[in-house]
Structure formats: C-alpha cells, structure tokens
C-alpha cells in the first residue's frame, strides 16, 4: 500500500468534495467517555462538509467533519486517529 501524509490526504478529500466525487477512508474512533480507541471504522464513501468554528468547539482544529455516502448522515473524525484514504496508508512525516 502506498502511503500519504494526513495534510495531503484532507487536502485531496476538499479537491474530491469540492468535484462531487466519494472516497473512503478509515479511522479509529475515539470514545470520549472511555478515553480510548478500540475499533477501526472503515467509511466506504464520503464526502467532507463544514467543520465547527473555532467559537463552538476547543476540538475544532483536529475534528473534521464528513457526510457518509448516501444516507447523508453527518459524522467527524480526529484527524490524528486517520489511519487510511482510499488506497493510500496514512504516515506521519
């Protein structure tokens, strides 16, 4: 699998959402009330949507925002919990 860093990765998910075009991705989700990840969520299609403020959330910066494809149901994700996108591994550097 080729890899990707998270900054590119959200930058090629806003070109995708900005032409209409789903992608999938997968992430650990965090459970605020366990303070811990356990799963890993695998989205098979989405597109991004407007994330909160900076007055609505301290978590506004790390916290991006997504429609699940079709259902529209709205969603967010960490960023830092973002481990894949389509087929590219997410790496750190």
Not at 10 to 19: N, P, S
Not at 60 to 89: M, Q, R, V, W
Request: no cysteine; charged share 25%.
């Amino acid at each position: 699998m080729e890899t990707i860093t998270i900054f590119q990765a959200i930058k090629v998910m806003r070109k995708l959402t900005d032409i209409g075009v789903p992608f999938s991705f997968s992430y650990k989700p965090y459970s605020k009330s366990k303070k811990s990840t356990n799963a890993v969520r695998v989205v098979e299609r989405a597109l991004l949507r407007p994330g909160l403020r900076s007055d609505q959330s301290e978590l506004s910066d790390s916290l991006i925002a997504y429609i699940e494809y079709p259902s529209g149901e709205p969603k967010f994700f960490h960023l830092s919990l973002l481990l894949t996108f389509n087929d590219y591994k997410i790496v750190t550097k």
